[in-house]
DNA sequence: GCCAACGTTGGC
DNA sequence: GCCAACGTTGGC
């Protein structure tokens, strides 16, 4: 039984279409516990669906596939990396990450205003919580469902 | 560019 | 252990 999750990046910096150039990457760089802790429960075949922020219009481009459980974060532990952590060990590597593929697009980009806008969204989905920054959330079985459905009509 | 919300750091 | 100060995220 596959859990779901979500994936926030950047599209400037990573965007969905080059993870489906690319087919698969390393998740690394999170350096929030509570995001890690998510990737730690994470295993080979759980979904995300990916979203873009600090853009324009952010919001829901497609699902993305576990394809590695959780194992360290090297890039803490490169000091030419821009996430380097002075604190990160191999005894203790602190930061963990997962690698993922693509999956496919959804159907039709489904921006964050539309997501608001669905009232049972609203009130259980981490992503639309007030203030909520996580770049990796948890998203119910029914969270996920009523996102595809949206997904799968036409645009308002 | 602004700023609210949040996580982390460090002095005490 | 408290909490003020600071840095970051990310929508708008």
Same mark, same amino acid.
């Given at each position: 039984?596959?859990? =779901? *999750?979500?994936?926030?990046?950047?599209?400037?910096?990573?965007?969905?279409? +080059?993870?489906?150039?690319?087919?698969?990457?390393?998740?690394?760089?999170?350096?929030?516990?509570?995001?890690?802790?998510?990737?730690?429960?994470?295993?080979?075949?759980?979904?995300?669906?990916?979203?873009?922020?600090? &853009? @324009?219009?952010?919001? #829901?481009?497609?699902?993305?596939?576990?394809?590695?459980?959780? =194992?360290?974060?090297? &890039?803490?532990?490169?000091?030419?990396?821009? =996430?380097?952590?002075?604190?990160?060990?191999?005894? @203790?590597? #602190? *930061?963990?990450?997962?690698?993922?593929?693509?999956? +496919? =697009?959804?159907? +039709?980009?489904?921006?964050?205003?539309?997501?608001?806008?669905?009232?049972?969204?609203?009130? &259980?989905?981490?992503?639309?919580? @007030?203030?909520? +920054?996580?770049? #990796?959330?948890?998203? &119910? @079985? $029914?969270? *996920?469902? #009523?996102?595809?459905?949206?997904?799968? $009509?036409?645009?308002?």
């Amino acid at each position: 039984m596959p859990a =779901y *999750w979500l994936f926030k990046s950047e599209p400037d910096s990573f965007g969905f279409d +080059r993870l489906e150039r690319e087919g698969r990457t390393e998740w690394s760089g999170v350096r929030n516990y509570q995001a890690r802790n998510f990737m730690k429960a994470m295993r080979v075949g759980d979904l995300g669906f990916f979203y873009h922020s600090s &853009t @324009k219009e952010p919001g #829901i481009v497609g699902i993305a596939r576990v394809t590695r459980d959780a =194992y360290p974060d090297f &890039t803490a532990r490169d000091p030419k990396s821009e =996430y380097f952590d002075p604190k990160a060990t191999d005894e @203790k590597p #602190i *930061w963990e990450m997962v690698d993922v593929a693509f999956e +496919r =697009y959804l159907p +039709r980009f489904v921006t964050l205003a539309e997501l608001r806008e669905h009232a049972s969204l609203v009130e &259980t989905m981490v992503l639309l919580r @007030k203030g909520s +920054r996580l770049s #990796i959330n948890p998203v &119910t @079985k $029914r969270e *996920w469902g #009523i996102v595809l459905r949206i997904a799968e $009509r036409p645009a308002a």
